[in-house]
């Protein structure tokens, strides 16, 4: 079974930084697309950054230059380095399969607010 732990959120003011991890069992990350997806209270949830099998990355035009994806075979983690942060970057953020590699169960996500 896929477990996805996602880790490393928190409240940071704007313009600060934050790295997330998102640590996988049950599946080798370096066969499969992985992304990263975001959900704010009352909006659905959107993809943030995607890393394929092959390490090409894609950001939504929101997180454009802000935002890296980068993964990690060895300790089989994914990882987000959110830099600039907004206020509107406030969410809950998860990781999950992305592509033709569909989703597996959801984990609790990472809680990130920005605020002053």
């Known amino acids: 079974q896929v477990q996805l732990v996602e880790s490393g959120g928190g409240l940071v003011e704007p313009g600060g930084s934050l790295r997330l991890s998102c640590v996988v069992s049950?599946?080798?990350?370096?066969?499969?697309?992985m992304a990263w997806y975001r959900q704010a209270p009352g909006n659905e949830r959107e993809l943030v950054a995607r890393?394929?099998?092959?390490?090409?990355?894609n950001y939504a035009d929101s997180v454009k230059g802000r935002f890296t994806i980068s993964r990690d075979i060895a300790k089989n983690t994914v990882y987000l380095q959110m830099n600039s942060l907004r206020p509107e970057d406030t969410a809950v953020y998860y990781c999950?399969?992305?592509?033709?590699?569909?989703?597996?169960?959801w984990g609790q996500g990472a809680q990130v607010t920005v605020s002053l």
């Open positions: 999950n399969g992305a592509l033709n590699t569909g989703y597996f169960q």
């Open positions: 049950g599946i080798t990350i370096n066969s499969y697309h």
């Open positions: 890393i394929t099998r092959g390490e090409l990355t």
